[in-house]
C-alpha cells in the first residue's frame, strides 16, 4: 500500500528555536497534505490542509505565522514550528490524500518536545 | 452539524473475545476510515469503507449509509490488538476528515 514517511521521528528542542518537520508520500502523488496535531489522550485536531503550489488553508485557531507549511511538490510537505514553546510540544501527525481517490494514509508522526 | 460519535470509549476483554466498536455519524458520507493508534503513536489505516463490509485477517468492518452507522468487529481478539481505534469520516462535499474520540481497546491475556 501507499507508504507516508514523516521526518524526524521525534526532536527536542529549546523554546524559541524553529523546528522543520517533513511530510513524503513515498510511491504516489499526493492531491493533498493534511497537516494534524495531537495532544495527550486526545484526538486528532487538523491543523492545516497543504496543496502543492498553493498557500495552506489553516483551521481556526491556529497561528499561520507560527506553524509555517510549505508543499513544495506533489511528494513533499513541511511543517516549521517557529519560536517553539512548552506548549507546542505535542504529538504531530501528517497524511496524504491519493489524487483520484478517497484514500488517506497517515504518516508515522513526529514528537515534538520543547524544553 | 457534522458529527461523529464512537462507543464505547473504553473497552477491555479476555484474550479470545469477539470486539465490536461502534460509530455513527450526522449526515451523508463519501468514506469513513477505522485506523489504529498504538501507545507510540502512529496510526495506520485498517479500512476505508463506502459501502458494504471488508474482511483484513481478523478484522471486519461494516458499514450501513442508511443508518449512518459503521461497526469494526475484531474475532479471536489478542493482547497486540491494544490500541486505540479511531473512526474518521469524510462528509459529502469535504475533502477534511472528521474524527469520533476513539475507542481505547485493551486485551488481557
Known amino acids: 500500500g501507499a507508504v507516508v514517511s514523516q521526518h524526524p521521528s521525534w526532536v527536542i528542542c529549546k523554546s524559541g528555536t524553529s523546528v522543520k518537520i517533513e511530510c513524503r508520500s513515498l510511491?504516489?502523488?499526493?492531491?493533498?497534505m493534511f497537516w494534524y496535531r495531537q495532544f495527550p489522550k486526545q484526538s486528532l485536531m487538523l491543523m492545516a490542509t497543504?496543496?502543492?503550489?498553493?498557500?495552506?488553508?489553516?483551521e481556526q485557531g491556529v497561528e499561520k505565522d507560527k506553524f509555517l507549511i510549505n508543499h513544495a511538490s506533489l511528494t513533499l510537505s513541511t511543517l516549521t514550528v517557529t519560536s517553539a514553546h512548552p506548549e507546542d510540544s505535542s504529538f504531530y501527525i501528517c497524511s496524504a490524500h491519493l489524487r483520484g481517490n478517497n484514500e488517506q494514509y497517515f504518516g508515522p508522526g513526529t514528537r515534538l518536545t520543547v524544553t | 452539524k457534522n458529527e461523529v460519535e464512537q462507543s464505547p470509549q473504553n473497552l477491555t476483554a479476555q484474550e479470545g473475545e469477539f470486539i465490536t466498536i461502534n460509530c455513527s455519524y450526522s449526515v451523508g458520507i463519501s468514506a469513513l476510515h477505522w485506523l489504529q493508534q498504538h501507545p507510540g503513536g502512529g496510526i495506520v489505516s485498517l479500512f476505508m469503507?463506502?459501502?458494504g463490509k471488508k474482511k483484513h485477517g481478523r478484522l471486519i468492518a461494516t458499514i450501513n449509509i442508511q443508518e449512518k452507522h459503521s461497526s469494526l468487529h475484531i474475532t479471536a481478539s489478542h493482547p497486540r490488538d491494544s490500541a486505540v481505534y479511531i473512526c474518521?469520516?469524510?462528509?459529502?462535499?469535504?475533502?477534511?476528515?472528521?474524527f469520533g474520540t476513539g475507542t481505547r481497546l485493551t486485551i488481557i491475556p
Open positions: 474518521a469520516v469524510r462528509f459529502l462535499g469535504n475533502e477534511k476528515l472528521t
Open positions: 497543504s496543496n502543492e503550489g498553493s498557500k495552506a488553508t489553516y
Open positions: 469503507l463506502s459501502s
Open positions: 510511491d504516489f502523488q499526493a492531491t493533498t
